[in-house]
């Protein structure tokens, strides 16, 4: 019987965190309060940083503000994710990144302080402001200014003149591209900018 009760205690304590208890992995363990690797090194969380863990992972921890924190292979912290949308690229034609660009030709373009801080996204292709602006690279890494054409995937599209659409209906398309407006075939109406 004391046997039941101590079980019961241990699953009543568990059950009073939502994430997870930890991860025992190969190059050592992971948990709420710190890390433990195999060589005997730890890290040791302070009381306000392991009270604002969301979750923990194999490879990472999740704040509750929803900022990652990317461990490497050892175990180690490595702040932000380089998998996280719009870190940078590098290219055949050079890098892309938050603070510039570098071609390979060995030319740059470095990004003001307003600029840099008005980035929304970072493609291979191109920048989104946080306007909604969409700025279209060529081959070369030049800048060419707005998109001439619409940028659309099975669930919305961003317009040349950056405004952002939820399609009403997945794989929507466009019937109808006039002066004024478009129709689309998800039956939504819209109006472009006046010129």
């Known amino acids: 019987m004391k046997f039941l009760v101590v079980v019961a205690a241990v699953v009543a304590c568990a059950g009073a965190r939502s994430i997870n208890a930890g991860w025992v992995l190969p190059p050592g363990n992971i948990g709420t309060s710190g890390i433990l690797r195999k060589d005997g090194s730890t890290d040791l969380f302070s009381h306000d940083f392991a009270h604002n863990i969301a979750e923990i992972g194999p490879s990472g921890i999740v704040l509750k503000s929803g900022q990652p924190i990317q461990l490497d ?6 702040g932000r994710s380089k998998r996280s949308s719009g870190a940078g690229y590098v290219l055949p034609a050079g890098n892309l990144g938050h603070s510039g660009i570098v ?10 302080f307003d600029f840099a801080h008005n980035i929304a996204e970072i493609g291979p292709s191109g920048i989104v402001l946080k306007s909604g602006q969409p700025i279209q ?5 030049r800048m060419v200014g707005r998109s001439k054409r619409h940028i659309m995937n099975d669930s919305g599209m961003l317009t040349s003149w950056g405004q952002a659409i939820v399609f009403r209906e997945p794989f929507t398309t466009i019937l109808l591209d006039g002066p004024a407006g478009m129709v689309l075939s998800d039956g939504q109406l819209i109006q472009k900018p006046a010129q």
């Open 137 to 141: 690279l060529d081959t070369n890494l």
């Open 103 to 112: 071609r390979k030709d060995g030319t740059v373009d470095l990004f003001n």
């Open 73 to 78: 292979a050892n175990l180690r912290m490595v």
